[in-house]
T-cell receptor, first 112, second 115 residues
Framework: GNSVTQMEGPVTLSEEAFLTINCTYTATGYPSLFWYVQYPGEGLQLLLK?????DKGSNKGFEATYRKETTSFHLEKGSVQVSDSAVYFCALRSGGSYIPTFGRGTSLIVHP | DAGITQSPRHKVTETGTPVTLRCHQTENHRYMYWYRQDPGHGLRLIHY???????DKGEVSDGYSVSRSKTEDFLLTLESATSSQTSVYFC??????????????FGEGSRLTVL
């Protein structure tokens, strides 16, 4: 079956630090990969996605590259802000399924 | 922003009482989902729907039922609420375009407390 593994949090950083949140996956076929973000008190929203190997998704300064050889989709940002404090979820969809598989989420806390 | 409205947003109830949460969408999307979010468990799928009157169970469906009589509404019912069902419930929708590539759009959540 499909599975997504994310690094456990919380990840605590100072403003302007470099961010990496690791995500690895197991999937049948050729999945599409997603990062969702959940700000406090809100629902999840799509941050970025990649649909095939070597694609790079990017949005709001965040990037992630679909690495088929390492089955990874790590989220990175060069300089985080306090406003990036949120929970980040890695997810995949594969095999034509309309049911995505989510990781457990990684909480990011950015201090001024 | 996708048009998804959850109601009620907050509810406190007692053990053994029935509870219905409503998800309403204005996007005409085919797929609708109910998730619960709990610390340490992330998101868990309760039920989902792939069309009017077409629903199926997710990984944590025990104690929950759903109904979808119209495209725009997806109801989640707890027939007899228990304290273990205290959680934040999220509705999500998807248009089903592009198998694998479509994103989910989430509502803002309904916080349920069962005393």
């Amino acid at each position: 079956g499909n599975s997504v593994t994310q690094m456990e949090g919380p990840v605590t950083l100072s403003e302007e630090a470099f961010l990496t949140i690791n995500c690895t996956y197991t999937a049948t076929g050729y999945p599409s990969l997603f990062w969702y973000v959940q700000y406090p008190g809100e629902g999840l929203q799509l941050l970025l996605k990649a649909t095939k190997a070597d694609d790079k998704g990017s949005n709001k300064g965040f990037e992630a590259t679909y690495r088929k050889e390492t089955t990874s989709f790590h989220l990175e940002k060069g300089s985080v802000q306090v406003s990036d404090s949120a929970v980040y979820f890695c997810a995949l969809r594969s095999g034509g399924s309309y049911i995505p598989t989510f990781g457990r989420g990684t909480s990011l806390i950015v201090h001024p | 922003d996708a048009g998804i409205t959850q109601s009620p947003r907050h509810k406190v109830t007692e053990t053994g009482t029935p509870v219905t949460l409503r998800c309403h969408q204005t996007e005409n999307h085919r797929y609708m989902y109910w998730y619960r979010q709990d610390p340490g468990h992330g998101l868990r799928l309760i039920h989902y729907s792939y069309g009017v009157k077409d629903t199926d169970k997710g990984e944590v469906s025990d104690g929950y039922s759903v109904s979808r009589s119209k495209t725009e509404d997806f109801l989640l019912t707890l027939e007899s609420a228990t304290s273990s069902q205290t959680s934040v419930y999220f509705c999500a929708i998807s248009d089903g375009q592009g198998a694998n590539t479509g994103e989910l759009f989430f509502g803002e959540g309904s916080r349920l407390t069962v005393l």
